[in-house]
């Protein structure tokens, strides 16, 4: 490979960036068990969640295993077998924030212009069987969430996955390294920056409360994004302000998608920047080739200086020819 040809690799490396949401008050205005399976069950949401969260405390166990529990024990207390097939028909009629359908589109155009690929993923703590009903599912490459596993008629029976808010951050992690699937204990090897799929700093988390800190902390500490979104209509502010407050914000904002809200603004700003610094990454690595050259021939020189005496002469005339012929390839 020609020098020619190092620099168009380098030049023509794939740059990506990740966007993570959240799902319910995030892209959508309420817990999504409260437009779906709640109601079915005959009780009133309230009631529901003060009751799932007691069930928690008393027997110590995470609030998301407590919910999906309760679903299934209510379900066969009413004989209601809920099948993964009435999760996803009750995805279908999640309500969305203004312009989150065309959101996604508009995105990857904007980062199309600037030679970036935005990916798109889902880390909630909702049920990943609703989320994949929803209107939006297709524009996620991946949709990270709780869920139950299923009895061949298609029955849930037991949960799969417990997705709660202290592991999401696995999530970031999986993103980055491209280390998807969830059995995949690799997540945890070591790797250098050069080789992440997604850079740390490439990633932005969109979120709305607490729940969300240890991704929005995670994604910040690494140079990454955090947006704190709120719902338009109701402008209940308390939870951007104290997020942002205590720094785990880079932006705050309502929940509106469309191409002219100030969502849309931030995003194309992040985007403008990783552009910038992308950019910049080319460029240093494109310089990289001849400055490693040089520390080459130094290390070398340094070397013949030390132990030239003990080194045969054929193999100093070999390493002597061989430096010259990778002077002439840079120098070219």
């Known amino acids: 490979m020609s020098k020619e040809e190092i620099i168009q690799e380098i030049q023509n490396r794939k740059r990506r960036m990740a966007i993570c949401y959240d799902f319910d008050k995030t892209l959508s ?12 069950l005959g009780m009133d949401k309230d009631e529901f969640w003060a009751a799932s969260n007691k069930f928690a405390k008393e027997n110590e166990m995470d609030k998301n295993l407590a919910w ?13 077998s809920i099948k993964k097939d009435y999760f996803i028909e009750a995805g279908s009629k999640i309500p969305l924030y203004k312009g989150v359908e065309k959101w996604f589109d508009n995105v990857n155009l904007y980062g199309a212009k600037h030679n970036i690929e935005v990916e798109h993923y889902i880390i909630s703590s909702g049920l990943k069987e609703i989320i994949e ?16 596993t299923y009895s061949p008629d ?5 949960p799969a996955q417990a997705v709660n808010y202290t592991n999401k951050t696995q999530y970031i992690f999986r993103i980055a390294k491209g280390k998807f699937d969830v059995y995949d204990d690799s997540v945890n090897d070591s790797m250098k920056d050069s080789d992440l799929y997604i850079p740390y700093e ?9 729940t969300d800190i240890p991704c929005m902390r995670l994604v910040k500490s690494r140079g990454g994004y955090s947006i704190g979104v709120y719902d338009p209509d109701k402008q209940m502010k308390d939870n951007v ?9 880079s932006f705050f904002t309502a929940a509106d998608y469309s191409p002219k809200a100030e ?21 240093q690595q494109i310089l ?31 390493i002597k020819k061989n430096m010259s012929e990778l002077k002439d390839f840079f120098e070219k």
């Open 133 to 148: 009903g929803s209107k939006i599912a297709k524009k996620f490459k991946r949709i990270y969430a709780s869920s139950y």
């Open 241 to 249: 302000y104290k997020l942002y407050a205590d720094g785990r914000l």
């Open 29 to 40: 205005p309420d817990d999504m068990q409260a437009f779906t399976i709640i109601p079915a």
């Open 288 to 318: 990289n080739i001849d400055a490693s050259f040089y520390k080459m021939e130094n290390s070398i020189q340094t070397l013949f200086e030390k132990y030239g005496t003990s080194i045969p002469k054929k193999e100093q005339n070999k």
């Open 263 to 283: 969502l849309m603004t931030f995003i194309k700003q992040i985007i403008d920047e990783i552009d910038a610094k992308e950019n910049i990454k080319t460029e």
């Open 202 to 210: 490439n990633i932005v988390y969109i979120g709305d409360s607490a």
């Open 68 to 80: 999906m529990y309760k679903i299934y024990y209510l379900s066969i207390a009413g004989e209601t």
């Open 154 to 158: 298609g029955v849930a029976k037991w």
